[in-house]
């Protein structure tokens, strides 16, 4: 039994490209004489499908595009992923199911058991769970279909009551398919290949796994789908970030040859963030409809780094630099900013911003009086830059592409509507330290990014001879104490038993905490981490916990 | 048996003035002989702390303020809400639980059934629900305790499996308690009545109901809590949008006098999306840390309204109204802004924003060169305001209220870093034709809002003569539409279906289907109707769902 792994990029609720991206794929694996063909979780209508699900509407619109789908079964059997509503029980309104197509016809459907309700996860606002199990049956052979979390409880210790495949195990199947919607995060891969072996070593029955690929906004899938054989070795494994179709034989998958090994070593944590950011932008862009890329050049290394990713994800013609000097601008600013450009050959535009500024203090002098200086001043100029950026974008019908890092969104050392602004936060999900640890990756054949820009301190240059450093600690503990609060959630008396000063402690997860407003009105940010800011993390605004 | 209800209004994650709070309480319940008081659904950590209960440290500072609580508890017994850790089972990490207290212990816990996972709520995130049912005796009587949700589930025909009140039914409760954390919305309290009536009815059982008051940041709580007799008369009415704390006798549930009639008529929609606003504006800056406001007064209708709240909820000694005219600006703009300052006694200041928009224009001059006049020009102005009002607000320590309305929300008639600037967003949740509802009951006693500004037709003052229906169609069929699309999650079918226009249904879904992108970086929207934007609709921003 020959089966195809399907591994597209879909487009949420857009049911006719969907649809059509999956007709090609049934009629090229009809060539390759494949006996089935298996897509992702929620394929026809793309995931996550949020609200959405609400409408009846949508529903019918992918049930129609199902029925479309299916009349192009004929030789051929599908598994594909989509919503469909709960008629036959008491509960919420519909079910996260895989549809087993042969003869043209559903022969038979899978509903999903364990509803991920966790980080970017939402399945349990929308879906019942599966509570019954069933094997198909096709060419004499028995299918388990799994749908993505229904392996994930592999060890019964999680956050679940059961583990679907115990049921299922016990009806003897020859082969577990899994079709998912997992999204990427520099860990994950790693993580799923370890919860798939398992599956089959514990189960000693083969397993084909297929993903996703390509952005949902902030929401990056990697791909990565995979045949694995019955001794745990990974005999097939698709492309990363990219589409792909291979057809594997389940002969293969049992009687494998020994000496396969793991196709990856262990994979490289910045090569794959870099990938995973190219993509997140250049999908962006292409399911917005946009070519154009506009943003700010600062001189410092978060700009130059996204600019670095958007040429290579858009094209160097397609990206506009523009390097806002004000009167603290340091000349290496612009020189610095200049050499990256050139190297890149992008066009840009070099626009002082004082008498802007100056006339907005003028404006507001009256009103000011003799008031001091302080942040006012500061966010003024970083405002200024934002309105300018803006208009720009409005003007040549292009998105600003926001350079915020994630160390300093998460202590609020930026300005809201001013740095802040953006249609989308490429590096808003990399820590300071390793945005220079990306730098250094673009830079590894040739010197792309200026080393002076790599080597001078940070600074946001608001204020005569201003350093980051003035206000914040070293990046390397910040970043730390960040890690460990945001990702391992892990409180000030874990913090301060690891080492940490108690009183730097207690000043960073203040305004981590205090800074969430801020972050509240943040452009969506893409996802590389297991803890990224946005639909992940959930935290009230008011409150007074640790701050 | 008499038993106390205490309705307060908690700050997420501020157990020390949560605990002073509650054991002020259970110290003047003690004054007024109660047996028993009983506080809302988690209201030692106030609701809804969303992830930082993935925080261990919160939980165990939540333990923490409990047995403190617990200690003040002689001679009488406290029912309060709070998270605690599973240790019991499999499952999620945490129950949402009552904690049942006597001499000064934990005598008795129940688990929270039915965990609502829509809308804004987020529960099965976080809690492993309850499946074994208990019933508690106190003083020879029988009480069945019952979390929020754990009642709404009265027909059996819901989103849910079980229906708590079936298996507590059976062990012959004398009385139910509900403790809840149940948010405002304008149908919320008849809805919430019917629910309470129906269970009270089906098992002929008195009830105790008591909800939270109070704002957290974009979520409200009415209070309202209540005691209903066996006949289903609600015999105690806690007050709306106020701490109140009453003592009830169960005798006097049992034996009503029937005379007793339902307190409350209908409730007025208007009068309670007004008392909340007010709530929400007074309670984002008490627990902020903040006294002072400043907003940006057009002339128009909105910023009319949202400043007369203002006033209400901080005083007019705590509200700058600040005028901006460009050269767009009719004069009765000004006129109609000075004399509603006038009238609330409000300072103010004008601020002519024509010179930086000019200095704006001049520096893009030598790019935009002869390029024409579009929206780009009109964003300026609006951005320029955003960062004046900004500025107003970084140097005096106040916080910018946003002024747009949820129709122009819905559909992106707004300008992102301009108009959509703002710490909390005051009417974002009313429709247009709401707005000039409560306009009206803002001067229902005298006119606060002139009259010119009600009746003149709404206008961006953007560009020459521009007028809303420029671009849209009259308020009262768009937020029809609106309404229908959003609180109804009707489809294109359904509209076509109920009388709209073909053309004009798909021109409102695609607007506000492509501006998801602006809502993401929308300010926080009080929430007054059963569906705001924000938290309770999650909507992708790349999609091609009817856009």
């Not at 899938?221 to 045949?227: L, N, Q, V, Y």
């Not at 249609?423 to 999900?429: E, K, L, P, Q, R």
């Not at 054949?445 to 790599?454: C, H, L, R």
């Not at 409180?491 to 000043?507: C, M, Q, R, S, Y």
Request: glycine residues 6%.
């Amino acid at each position: 039994m020959n089966i195809a792994l399907a591994q597209l990029n879909y487009h949420i609720g857009n049911f006719e490209v969907n649809k059509k991206k999956i007709i090609q794929a049934i009629n090229h694996a009809k060539d390759l004489k494949a006996d089935i063909i298996v897509f992702a979780e929620m394929a026809i209508c793309g995931y996550p499908p949020r609200d959405f699900l609400e409408f009846d509407d949508f529903i019918e619109q992918s049930n129609a595009a199902l029925q479309n789908i299916a009349k192009e079964c004929d030789n051929i059997a599908a598994i594909i992923g989509a919503p469909r509503f709960n008629y036959e029980r008491k509960g919420k309104k519909l079910f996260n199911s895989a549809f087993f197509i042969a003869d043209k016809k559903i022969h038979n459907i899978i509903d999903k058991t364990l509803l991920p309700t966790y980080d970017i996860f939402d399945e349990y606002r929308y879906f019942e769970p599966n509570n019954k199990f069933k094997i198909i049956e096709y060419q004499k052979q028995k299918i388990a279909i799994t749908i993505c979390e229904d392996l994930w409880n592999i060890n019964d210790d999680g956050i679940y009551q059961i583990n679907p495949m115990e049921a299922l195990f016990s009806m003897q199947p020859d082969i577990i398919i899994n079709i998912a919607a997992s999204p990427f995060s520099y860990s994950q891969e790693e993580e799923r290949k370890k919860i798939l072996i398992s599956n089959v070593k514990k189960y000693h029955i083969p397993l084909i796994y297929v993903n996703h690929i390509g952005a949902q906004t902030e929401m990056l899938f990697d791909g990565g789908s995979m045949a694995i054989d019955l001794n745990g070795l990974i005999v097939e494994e698709l492309a990363y970030f990219k589409e792909d179709l291979q057809i594997c034989s389940l002969e293969k998958l049992i009687y494998s040859p020994k000496e396969i090994k793991i196709a990856n070593n262990k994979p490289d944590k910045i090569k794959k963030i870099h990938d995973a950011l190219v993509m997140g932008i250049k999908n962006y862009f292409e399911k917005q409809g946009f070519q154009k890329a506009i943003l700010g050049l600062s001189g410092g290394i978060d700009s130059a780094v996204v600019l670095a990713l958007a040429v290579e994800a858009l094209g160097n013609k397609n990206v506009l630099a523009v390097m806002l000097p004000s009167q603290y601008s340091s000349s290496h600013s612009i020189t610095d900013a200049k050499q990256l450009v050139e190297t890149l050959n992008v066009k840009y535009e070099i626009i002082n911003i004082q008498p802007v500024v100056d006339g907005f203090l003028n404006t507001l002098s009256p009103i000011f009086k003799d008031l001091p200086s302080d942040v006012t001043e500061e966010n003024l100029q970083a405002r200024t830059r934002g309105v300018i950026l803006m208009a720009l974008s409005n003007k040549y019908g292009s998105i600003l592409l926001n350079t915020s890092n994630k160390s300093e969104i998460a202590v609020g050392y930026g300005t809201l509507y001013g740095d802040m602004c953006g249609g989308i936060s490429v590096i808003g999900d990399i820590y300071k330290t390793e945005v220079y640890q990306l730098a250094q990756y673009i830079n590894k054949d040739e010197e792309i990014i200026p080393q002076n820009i790599i080597l001078k301190p940070p600074s946001a240059e608001l204020k005569p001879n201003q350093k980051d450093t003035d206000t914040l600690p070293d990046y390397d503990i910040l970043d730390k104490i960040l890690y460990k609060y945001i990702e391992l959630r892990q409180g000030p008396n874990e913090l301060i038993k690891a080492g940490f000063d108690k009183t730097l402690v207690h000043k960073i997860l203040k305004m981590v905490n205090t800074n969430e407003y801020k972050r509240y009105q943040t452009p969506p940010i893409l996802r590389v981490s297991p803890k990224a800011f946005g639909m992940g993390r959930r935290l009230p605004i008011v409150a007074k916990y640790l701050s």
